[in-house]
């Protein structure tokens, strides 16, 4: 009988998965964008030979949808579901003889282009959901349990560039009833959830002995869901706050409002949601004010304003809207998915890590080895001139080899530079 817990009581073997970016992220338009990738590694623990029949790895998206309304005799109800994309990788395919492992760790590198037409992901309750995980299983003989890991992948969508009116100052202003002049501004529409949106109030009285009773503002989220059959839209308050105290003092009154929203979360539903848009879920997100006016005789009017705002994923000075300069760009080293992917392993999963004895485990890397160096200018060549000058290449002694003058070896390059990652493992 196969072995299931080694010694004690610890797995035999235990599966974990690497990605290079833990949230994908499509840029521009569904009808636009390019799309993106999900690359990754695989990784299989083994502890002691370990025997397989196969071992996939399957990405899926699912969307769903359920629309309830009314009661009694006007009850409705519509389901929508359907997958948005389906692959498997087949790493270890089923033959006659079982496939035999041994101890060590064992990475299998895995690529998918998606396209960017894709919805984004959606955190909802069982009522609405855009869902993109990853499942491995290694199949085992006989009576020995398979191994079967589960890793959701959220994708995200960034379609604002740099220069979009969505990063300028949004203005609301106007005379209202020729008693006050407003001016409310929000430095963007652009919103992140846990960030503080900040609101600035000016207000001018045109009518005498009036005042400010309070300045309120709501978030409000809205949600609509459709089917081939029904659609619902429905509202609900993320977060208000409440100024009864604002300053009425001169000529002109101001003061700056702080909206602050609560962080993202996978409860059901969420504390907020991001933004999103497609054929069945719609998501938007937008500021009431009210400014309450106390006229003389006692009697308060109410100044309403809405400003839409978007609740994005992707921070407004976010790196990933900023292209590299030039003479960043040539310390890049060259992609690797499997090196890639280890690098950004959480230490959980290095932590599993046990001596290699698989060829593609000589990917796993520290990552201090990157963040202490400025980057290796391997694909910048130097002019004749600067070769002869150059001093001695260190890339002899770093393998055990003397000292030489001028440009190294191609394949001597190579060399090296896996020879000094191996010391990092």
Same mark, same amino acid.
């Given at each position: 009988m196969?072995?299931?817990?080694?010694?004690?009581?610890?797995?035999?073997?235990?599966?974990?998965?690497?990605?290079e970016?833990?949230?994908?992220v499509m840029h521009d338009s569904p009808?636009?964008?390019?799309?993106?990738f999900?690359?990754?590694?695989?990784f299989?623990n083994c502890?002691?030979?370990t025997?397989?029949?196969?071992?996939?790895?399957r990405?899926?998206?699912?969307l769903?949808v359920w629309i309830?309304?009314g009661?009694?005799?006007?009850?409705r109800s519509?389901?929508?579901?359907? *997958?948005?994309?389906?692959?498997?990788?087949?790493?270890?395919?089923?033959?006659?003889?079982t496939?035999i492992?041994?101890?060590?760790?064992?990475?299998f590198?895995?690529?998918?282009?998606?396209?960017?037409?894709?919805?984004?992901?959606?955190?909802? =309750?069982?009522?609405?959901?855009?869902?993109y995980?990853l499942?491995a299983?290694?199949?085992r003989?006989?009576?020995?349990?398979?191994l079967?890991?589960?890793?959701?992948? +959220?994708?995200v969508?960034?379609?604002?560039?740099?220069?979009s009116?969505?990063?300028?100052?949004m203005t609301i202003?106007d005379?209202?009833?020729?008693?006050?002049?407003?001016?409310?501004?929000?430095?963007?529409?652009?919103?992140?959830?846990?960030?503080?949106?900040?609101?600035?109030i000016?207000l001018?009285?045109?009518?005498?002995?009036?005042s400010i009773?309070?300045?309120?503002?709501?978030?409000?989220?809205?949600?609509?869901?459709?089917?081939?059959?029904?659609?619902?839209t429905?509202a609900?308050?993320?977060v208000?706050i409440?100024?009864?105290?604002?300053?009425?003092?001169?000529?002109?009154?101001?003061?700056?409002?702080?909206?602050?929203t609560?962080?993202?979360?996978k409860i059901?539903p +969420?504390?907020?949601?991001?933004?999103?848009?497609?054929?069945?879920?719609?998501?938007?997100?937008v500021?009431?004010?009210?400014?309450?006016?106390?006229?003389?005789?006692?009697?308060?009017?109410?100044?309403?304003?809405?400003?839409?705002?978007i609740v994005s994923?992707?921070?407004?000075?976010d790196?990933?809207?900023?292209?590299?300069?030039?003479?960043?760009?040539?310390r890049?080293?060259?992609? *690797?998915?499997?090196?890639?992917?280890?690098?950004?392993?959480?230490?959980s999963?290095?932590?599993?890590a046990?001596?290699?004895?698989?060829?593609?485990?000589d990917?796993?890397? *520290?990552?201090?080895?990157f963040?202490?160096?400025?980057?290796?200018?391997l694909s910048?060549?130097?002019?004749?001139?600067?070769?002869?000058l150059?001093?001695p290449?260190?890339?002899?002694?770093?393998y055990?080899q003397?000292?030489? =003058?001028?440009?190294?070896e191609?394949q001597?390059?190579l060399?090296w530079t896996?020879?000094?990652?191996?010391l990092?493992?």
């Amino acid at each position: 009988m196969i072995n299931i817990l080694g010694k004690l009581g610890q797995p035999s073997a235990q599966l974990s998965i690497a990605l290079e970016n833990e949230q994908l992220v499509m840029h521009d338009s569904p009808q636009d964008s390019a799309g993106c990738f999900l690359r990754g590694s695989l990784f299989l623990n083994c502890r002691e030979p370990t025997y397989l029949r196969t071992l996939t790895l399957r990405f899926k998206g699912s969307l769903k949808v359920w629309i309830m309304e009314g009661s009694g005799a006007a009850f409705r109800s519509d389901r929508k579901a359907h *997958d948005l994309i389906d692959h498997q990788w087949v790493f270890l395919a089923q033959q006659k003889r079982t496939h035999i492992l041994v101890p060590g760790l064992h990475s299998f590198p895995f690529e998918l282009a998606l396209p960017g037409d894709l919805p984004e992901s959606v955190d909802g =309750d069982d009522l609405a959901s855009v869902l993109y995980r990853l499942t491995a299983i290694a199949e085992r003989p006989k009576f020995a349990s398979n191994l079967v890991l589960m890793q959701d992948v +959220p994708i995200v969508r960034h379609c604002y560039s740099s220069d979009s009116e969505f990063f300028q100052p949004m203005t609301i202003a106007d005379e209202w009833t020729d008693k006050i002049t407003y001016d409310i501004t929000v430095p963007t529409r652009i919103c992140v959830p846990g960030e503080t949106i900040p609101t600035s109030i000016k207000l001018s009285p045109r009518a005498e002995n009036i005042s400010i009773h309070y300045v309120s503002a709501v978030l409000e989220e809205t949600v609509t869901l459709r089917t081939s059959a029904v659609s619902k839209t429905s509202a609900r308050n993320v977060v208000a706050i409440k100024n009864e105290q604002f300053p009425c003092e001169g000529t002109q009154w101001s003061n700056v409002e702080q909206l602050h929203t609560p962080q993202h979360t996978k409860i059901h539903p +969420p504390s907020i949601a991001y933004d999103t848009e497609n054929a069945h879920i719609n998501i938007t997100h937008v500021i009431h004010y009210v400014v309450c006016i106390k006229n003389p005789d006692g009697h308060f009017s109410e100044l309403r304003a809405t400003i839409p705002i978007i609740v994005s994923p992707v921070p407004a000075n976010d790196e990933l809207n900023q292209l590299p300069a030039y003479e960043d760009t040539w310390r890049s080293l060259p992609y *690797d998915p499997a090196l890639a992917a280890a690098l950004s392993r959480s230490a959980s999963a290095l932590s599993l890590a046990t001596t290699p004895s698989h060829p593609s485990s000589d990917d796993l890397l *520290d990552t201090s080895f990157f963040s202490s160096s400025p980057g290796w200018p391997l694909s910048r060549v130097p002019s004749y001139d600067t070769a002869i000058l150059s001093q001695p290449s260190p890339i002899g002694p770093c393998y055990g080899q003397p000292y030489h =003058d001028g440009l190294p070896e191609y394949q001597s390059i190579l060399v090296w530079t896996v020879h000094c990652m191996n010391l990092y493992i």
